[in-house]
Every structure is written in structure tokens, then in C-alpha cells.
């Protein structure tokens, strides 16, 4: 992958972790092609120079053109959360004094949800408490069921490849590049369906404890079932994406893909790329 004078070593470094290879020309006026994601590689189109002026963060335009996402310097207000959509079921009670050996222990005890009957273990999350990224995901795997920690097997190595690219890590010692890494529930759904609405109510509290115990500056929400549970909205993760929005306790999150989705969709990549830019620049921009 050849270097673009536009871009960051930060953000050349996101879209190596992504897997995408992209080609700039050498000199001014040649054509360019655009960025593809390597396995499986679609078609390769070529686009005219982008004229001088374009925003640091702006990705190549994809075959079917995209707005790029908004420029944090001139986002308008963050919006307030939006009300749940759904009405929550019945969850186990965690008291707020919990302290996260004692959240763990609850999770592990845990039969809220019918989820409980088929597990062979729960999946609390990893990282470090307080961070100051929190990564939430969909629902363990196979693999997660197994060995009892988010995001493991390929996905999770694509997860690992991406927290590299911003500098993060589910086991760094450093505090700036810790983050802690959870799911919206704790138990693998049976043949690694979607968790229903019932089972994403029963795991909420002891979410909404790990939050509170980690307090991050922001949460990255991978996959349409993390963003629903948190942001309160049936709205699809197409519509999600590419802004901040607030979650109840009016911290930022940034809704993005699930590294599963993009290992079936890598042409999807890009726009990944840029919700991870997205997010960056908003970290930078927080106090």
C-alpha cells in the first residue's frame, strides 16, 4: 500500500489492519485506484485525483458513492439519547456498590435468561478497569462459549489488528492505550443467533455496571445488536453509523461494524475505516 500524503500514519495504519490495499498515483493528473478490500477482492474502479481541499479524514469514494463522515470541528451538538424503543423485561438487580470481582461472580451466577441452560461458560469481558475506550460487541461465539473471553478466534484477531492501528490493547499496561473489551450479553445464544430483546434486558445491568466501573471517554459499539441495546433504537446500523451519538449517561459512542460482518463483507471495510476515524477524532477532541 502506498503512502497518501492526505492521510495520517494512523489512519494508513487502520486500513492495513483492515485488510485493504489501496494504490495512489505518482504523479498529479494520473488516475487512481481505488482502495479494495484483499479476500474476496471486488472489482477495481478507477476515479479521478481528488481535488486539492478535501478534509484530512475523508476516505476515497467507493463505486457507489457514500457521504464521507462528519467532521468533528464542525458537528453540530450532540443529540440527547433517545428513549428505549422497547419495553425492558424483568433483570437481576445489581447493586451499584459492586465492585468488578463481585460483577464478575454475579455473571458467573447468573440464570436471569433462558440463555444460561446452554452455556458451557459466561463471557464478563476483558481489560482493564477504568479505560478510557470501551469496545461493546453483539454476543459470544462458539469460541467466546469456550473459553470464556470476548472476541476470540478470527474475528477477534481482526478486533485485535484494528485496537493496534489506534494504539489499543485488551492487555496493555499503559493507560493510554488500555481499553476494555465486553458484550451486550454474557452467554452464547443457541446456534450463535441474534440474543432477543428479553435476553438483552437480563444482561443490561451488569452492562451498564461494567460502564460505570470502566467509565471510558468513549464506547465503540460493534454490531446492530450492541448499538440497539445501549442507544435505545430499532433503527439499522447503516443509519447508525457515521455520527456520535450520546448513550443515557450522555457519554459519546460511535456505532461501526461487527469484525464477523466484516470478515463476510469486506467491502464493507472502508466504511469501518472511517467510523474508526471518526471515533480517533472525537477521543482527540474530549477533554
Known sequence: MSANPRWTARQHALLEALGVRAWWPAKTGEPAAM???????????????????????????????TAPPPVLAHAPALPPAPAPAVERASAPVVPLALDAPALVQAIRDCRACALCEGRQQTVPGVGAMPAGWMVVGEAPGEQEDRQGEPFVGPAGQLLDAMLAAMNLHRAAPEPARQVFIANTVKCRPPR????????????????????????PKLVLLFGRMAAQSLLGTDEALGKLRGRVHRLADGRPAIVTYHPSY??????????????????????????
Do not use: H, Y
Open 35 to 65: 482502495p479494495d478490500a484483499l479476500v474476496p477482492s471486488p472489482a477495481v474502479t478507477t476515479a479521478a485525483p481528488a481535488p486539492a481541499g478535501v478534509p484530512r479524514r475523508a476516505a476515497p469514494e467507493a463505486a457507489t458513492p
Open 192 to 215: 450463535n443467533r441474534n440474543p432477543e430483546p428479553a435476553e438483552m434486558a437480563a444482561c443490561q445491568p451488569f452492562l451498564l455496571r461494567q460502564i460505570e466501573l470502566v467509565n
Open 262 to 287: 466484516l470478515l463476510r463483507q469486506p467491502q464493507d471495510k472502508l466504511k469501518a475505516w472511517e467510523d474508526l476515524c471518526l471515533a480517533m477524532d472525537t477521543f482527540d477532541a474530549l477533554p
